[in-house]
């Protein structure tokens, strides 16, 4: 075997393609898009090194365009579950005894084809499986994919090269960091295909096996994902990608004796449900388990009098709309001076008449649908609420169609109490919801913001008042794992703002980082003594 300490390529970020009129990407991205829209493909589990199909399909239909059938993909059940688990150990061996640089290679592969000749192709399925714009398809499912791949790499290589900083006479200390002992279970969420690919990969890297459950509707796109880490070189069985009822799964899981962690993101409430099931099965596994999770959000944006109200505004639309609000880090509340609102309400609704809504394959529209039917419905049941209450202002949208996908307007709400329904809870959709403070009362808004919510994902202060951000800074540096001075809470940077919450958004162990490794792995300490003592006897024994 060879030895040696390496050095891997060091990471920068992937720069972001713009998709301007009559540049190659935009050229290759409306290809792309063609010719997944003119086929119907047949999507398998991934079991060890087999694809599995079981007869049992569900249809994926872009949200923006119902009408359209991309394809259908395999439903298993507990059966499958197991088989994955399976294959995972049986793979467990050989994965973690491989030399740690041939992991890297592999994902430093991975993330060179997502840079390019897979760029393109993830791009237009996140576009047409999970109705993203080119930009936000963009930003995700390439630049950010790719930045974790490369960056993790990094990561584990300086996790690997710390050691005990001191050996005594005639002592070596060192420090090896051990894959987790068993299966990590992956679960990721509908509405980023780079955590549907960090996820399972951060884990795989740290030298463990996987079994993978993507969400219902984000399978067009992790099908992608795991042709990518095939065509890296990725073995079988190091990753098993699987389709189940979400119950059935964890029934399996939850109850597995080799079962190790879980790497999550997703709602509270059902990582609260994983968290309680762990806890009642503790007894069953060889270890504790590691629980890693990033949930919901409740995000605000705070705007102080000294603020820039073009800055504020600004803000508001792209933090709140971009993706049709459905990112965990999404303004969905806000807090505005009433010397500010006029100006800033005045932006908003002027630019906000500008927004297209329509499917991601015409680049011209901003908004395009929500998820699914049910989410669709969620939104218009908040909204019809909203419309009918008195201490509600619909100050712009409140309209929704769902006869071609689930189009909900961008809308805008100004309350009357800062503590109505939609300041509190995560609808997950393009409402935001605004409180307009008196400007003397800069203190107390921020109590407000502190307990209004649960949650503690991310939050934004805008002002020019050095004094203001300052304290603004440490009032609320509980209420979100994610801060922004002057900016929108949206659009964390791998290597540069690591992503994670604290609260009810979760366990705060940051992707994007080092933290987020270190807990896929078990250290062991080493002590080497060359000239062992030969007598128990201690000096102090003597007469």
Same mark, same amino acid.
């Given at each position: 075997?060879?030895?040696?300490?390496?050095?891997?390529?060091?990471?920068?970020?992937?720069?972001?393609?713009?998709?301007?009129?009559?540049?190659?990407?935009?050229?290759?991205?409306?290809?792309?898009?063609?010719?997944?829209?003119?086929?119907?493909?047949?999507?398998?589990?991934?079991?060890?090194?087999?694809?599995?199909?079981?007869?049992?399909?569900?249809?994926?239909?872009?949200?923006?365009?119902?009408?359209?059938?991309?394809?259908?993909?395999?439903?298993?059940?507990?059966?499958?579950?197991?088989?994955?688990?399976?294959?995972?150990?049986?793979?467990?061996?050989?994965?973690?005894?491989?030399?740690?640089?041939?992991?890297?290679?592999?994902?430093?592969?991975?993330?060179?084809?997502?840079?390019?000749?897979?760029?393109?192709?993830?791009?237009?399925?996140?576009?047409?499986?999970?109705?993203?714009?080119?930009?936000?398809?963009?930003?995700?499912?390439?630049?950010?994919?790719?930045?974790?791949?490369?960056?993790?790499?990094?990561?584990?290589?300086?996790?690997?090269?710390?050691?005990?900083?001191?050996?005594?006479?005639?002592?070596?200390?060192?420090?090896?960091?051990?894959?987790?002992?068993?299966?990590?279970?992956?679960?990721?969420?509908?509405?980023?295909?780079?955590?549907?690919?960090?996820?399972?990969?951060?884990?795989?890297?740290?030298?463990?096996?996987?079994?993978?459950?993507?969400?219902?509707?984000?399978?067009?796109?992790?099908?992608?994902?795991?042709? =990518?880490?095939? !065509?890296? *070189?990725?073995? &079988?069985? #190091?990753?098993?990608?699987?389709? @189940? /009822?979400?119950?059935? $799964?964890?029934?399996?899981?939850?109850?597995?004796?080799?079962?190790?962690?879980?790497?999550?993101?997703?709602?509270?409430?059902?990582?609260?449900?994983?968290?309680?099931?762990?806890?009642?099965?503790?007894?069953?596994?060889?270890?504790?388990?590691? =629980?890693?999770? !990033?949930? *919901?959000?409740? &995000?605000? #944006?705070?705007?102080?009098?000294? @603020? /820039?109200?073009?800055? $504020?505004?600004?803000?508001?639309?792209?933090?709140?709309?971009?993706?049709?609000?459905?990112?965990?880090?999404?303004?969905?509340?806000?807090?505005?001076?009433?010397?500010?609102?006029?100006?800033?309400?005045?932006?908003?609704?002027?630019?906000?008449?500008?927004?297209?809504?329509?499917?991601?394959? &015409?680049?011209?529209?901003?908004?395009?649908?929500?998820?699914?039917?049910?989410?669709?419905?969620?939104?218009?049941?908040?909204?019809?609420?909203?419309?009918?209450?008195?201490?509600?202002?619909?100050?712009?949208?409140?309209?929704?169609?769902?006869?071609?996908?689930?189009?909900?307007?961008?809308?805008?709400?100004?309350?009357?109490?800062?503590?109505?329904?939609?300041?509190?809870?995560?609808?997950?959709?393009?409402?935001?919801?605004?409180?307009?403070?008196?400007?003397?009362?800069?203190?107390?808004?921020?109590?407000?913001?502190?307990?209004?919510?649960?949650?503690?994902?991310?939050?934004?202060?805008?002002?020019?008042?050095?004094?203001?951000?300052?304290?603004?800074?440490?009032?609320?540096?509980?209420?979100?794992?994610?801060?922004?001075?002057?900016?929108?809470?949206?659009?964390?940077?791998?290597?540069?703002?690591?992503?994670?919450?604290?609260?009810?958004?979760?366990?705060?162990?940051?992707?994007?980082?080092?933290?987020?490794?270190?807990?896929?792995?078990?250290?062991?300490?080493?002590?080497?003594?060359?000239?062992?003592?030969?007598?128990?006897?201690?000096?102090?024994?003597?007469?």
């Amino acid at each position: 075997m060879l030895k040696g300490f390496f050095n891997v390529p060091v990471p920068v970020n992937e720069p972001v393609l713009n998709y301007g009129p009559n540049s190659p990407e935009r050229a290759a991205l409306k290809a792309a898009l063609e010719k997944a829209r003119a086929q119907q493909i047949d999507i398998p589990m991934y079991i060890g090194g087999e694809e599995v199909r079981t007869g049992n399909l569900k249809e994926l239909r872009p949200p923006h365009d119902h009408q359209h059938l991309l394809g259908t993909f395999h439903y298993g059940d507990k059966s499958h579950v197991v088989a994955a688990i399976d294959a995972a150990l049986a793979a467990k061996a050989d994965w973690e005894n491989l030399p740690w640089e041939q992991r890297a290679a592999i994902f430093l592969k991975a993330a060179e084809l997502v840079a390019g000749p897979y760029r393109a192709i993830i791009n237009a399925a996140t576009m047409l499986g999970q109705s993203k714009n080119a930009y936000q398809a963009e930003i995700d499912a390439a630049c950010e994919f790719i930045d974790f791949l490369r960056f993790n790499v990094q990561y584990m290589t300086e996790i690997y090269q710390q050691q005990p900083p001191v050996s005594g006479k005639g002592i070596w200390n060192r420090l090896e960091q051990r894959p987790l002992e068993g299966f990590v279970f992956a679960l990721t969420p509908f509405n980023f295909t780079a955590i549907a690919g960090n996820l399972p990969a951060s884990a795989a890297m740290m030298g463990n096996v996987v079994v993978w459950k993507p969400a219902d509707t984000q399978v067009y796109a992790a099908n992608v994902i795991m042709q =990518i880490f095939k !065509e890296a *070189g990725l073995p &079988d069985g #190091v990753v098993n990608l699987i389709y @189940a /009822d979400g119950p059935e $799964v964890g029934d399996v899981v939850f109850s597995h004796p080799d079962f190790a962690g879980i790497h999550f993101t997703g709602s509270t409430k059902v990582f609260q449900h994983i968290w309680g099931e762990i806890g009642a099965n503790i007894h069953k596994y060889k270890t504790y388990p590691r =629980i890693v999770g !990033e949930t *919901g959000g409740k &995000d605000f #944006v705070l705007a102080h009098p000294s @603020a /820039d109200a073009d800055v $504020v505004a600004t803000a508001l639309l792209r933090g709140a709309y971009e993706y049709q609000g459905q990112k965990c880090s999404a303004a969905s509340r806000a807090y505005v001076p009433a010397s500010l609102w006029p100006a800033v309400k005045e932006h908003m609704v002027r630019e906000m008449a500008t927004f297209k809504m329509g499917p991601t394959e &015409d680049f011209e529209n901003f908004i395009n649908a929500v998820i699914s039917e049910v989410s669709f419905d969620k939104l218009a049941k908040y909204i019809d609420a909203a419309k009918t209450d008195a201490g509600v202002e619909v100050v712009a949208g409140g309209n929704y169609d769902k006869s071609k996908g689930w189009f909900v307007e961008p809308t805008l709400l100004k309350v009357d109490d800062p503590k109505y329904v939609t300041m509190c809870e995560e609808l997950f959709g393009p409402v935001l919801t605004l409180y307009v403070y008196e400007d003397d009362q800069f203190e107390q808004i921020m109590d407000v913001i502190d307990t209004t919510s649960i949650y503690a994902l991310t939050g934004s202060i805008i002002s020019q008042d050095r004094y203001a951000i300052a304290q603004a800074t440490q009032r609320l540096r509980n209420a979100a794992g994610n801060f922004y001075i002057n900016d929108k809470p949206t659009g964390a940077v791998v290597g540069q703002q690591p992503f994670g919450g604290a609260r009810g958004s979760g366990t705060n162990d940051k992707a994007g980082s080092m933290i987020n490794l270190l807990r896929w792995v078990s250290p062991r300490t080493i002590k080497e003594t060359f000239d062992p003592p030969k007598d128990y006897r201690y000096p102090f024994l003597a007469k």
